[in-house]
């Protein structure tokens, strides 16, 4: 099945550092996804980007489905930034396949 | 922006009973709905993909008759975790497509629902 790949697994950054995380994937997909999980659980969705790029406040995400990877850039992180950040695609039969996740956490 | 109403966030219960979990769409209706449970620093992984009106399709190494899915509308779908153990101890989310499939059709999420069984 298909494989998803993030890295790096943990990350740790002063306030108003810039960060980017990386997602692979192994095979086609028809759509890709990245969230956030904040520190109670819920899962707040950033960009649905299957392809090219988007931008939101200090986030954006790029996704270059031809190589089969999406990036997600954090600039000026703030501490609310802390979480783990997971990039989930949608396989062949429609269901949906979440990486590891990056866990991110800003210090103050 | 579509909200998925996800209850109880949070149940304990004891070794044997069961529990239900329900998932609501509040403002669209809901073809598939699938439910993902989550262990403490893991990633979220894929039990079920529940579309209206039909039988559960449940992923590989879920017990179907331990994990009860039940769609039978457009905006509600339930999971029953049915004579719960310890090891049953999860965080269960529930998302929800307002199409067979999510092209073109962002996932939304409930907030999740922590089981505890004592």
């Known amino acids: 099945g298909i494989q998803v790949e993030q890295s790096p697994p943990d990350l740790i950054l002063q306030e108003g550092a810039n960060s980017t995380l990386r997602c692979n994937f192994s095979?086609?997909?028809?759509?890709l996804q990245w969230f956030h999980q904040n520190p109670w659980g819920q899962l707040i969705n950033l960009f649905y980007?299957?392809?090219g790029t988007k931008q939101n406040g200090r986030l954006s995400a790029t996704t270059v489905a031809t190589e089969r990877y999406s990036l997600l850039y954090i600039s000026s992180s703030q501490t609310t930034d802390s979480g783990v950040y997971f990039c989930?695609?949608?396989?062949?039969?429609?269901?949906?396949?979440f990486g590891k996740g990056t866990r991110l956490h800003i210090l103050p | 922006g579509a909200v998925v109403s996800q209850h109880p966030s949070r149940v304990i219960c004891k070794s044997g009973t069961s529990v239900k979990i329900e998932c609501r769409s509040l403002?669209?209706?809901?073809?598939?709905m699938f439910w993902y449970r989550q262990f403490p620093k893991q990633s979220l992984m894929l039990m079920a993909t529940?579309?209206?009106?039909?039988?559960?399709?449940?992923e590989q190494g879920v017990e179907k008759d331990k994990f009860l899915i039940n769609h039978a509308s457009l905006t509600l779908s339930t999971l029953t975790v049915t004579s719960a153990h310890p090891e049953d101890s999860s965080f269960y989310i529930c998302?929800?497509?307002?199409?067979?499939?999510?092209?073109?059709?962002?996932?939304?999420f409930g907030n999740g629902t922590r089981l505890t069984v004592t």
């Open positions: 980007i299957p392809s």
């Open positions: 989930a695609v949608e396989r062949e039969d429609d269901k949906i396949i």
């Open positions: 095979d086609s997909v028809n759509n």
């Open positions: 998302s929800a497509s307002g199409s067979y499939s999510s092209y073109n059709s962002p996932l939304h």
């Open positions: 529940s579309n209206e009106g039909s039988k559960a399709t449940y």
């Open positions: 403002d669209f209706q809901a073809t598939t």
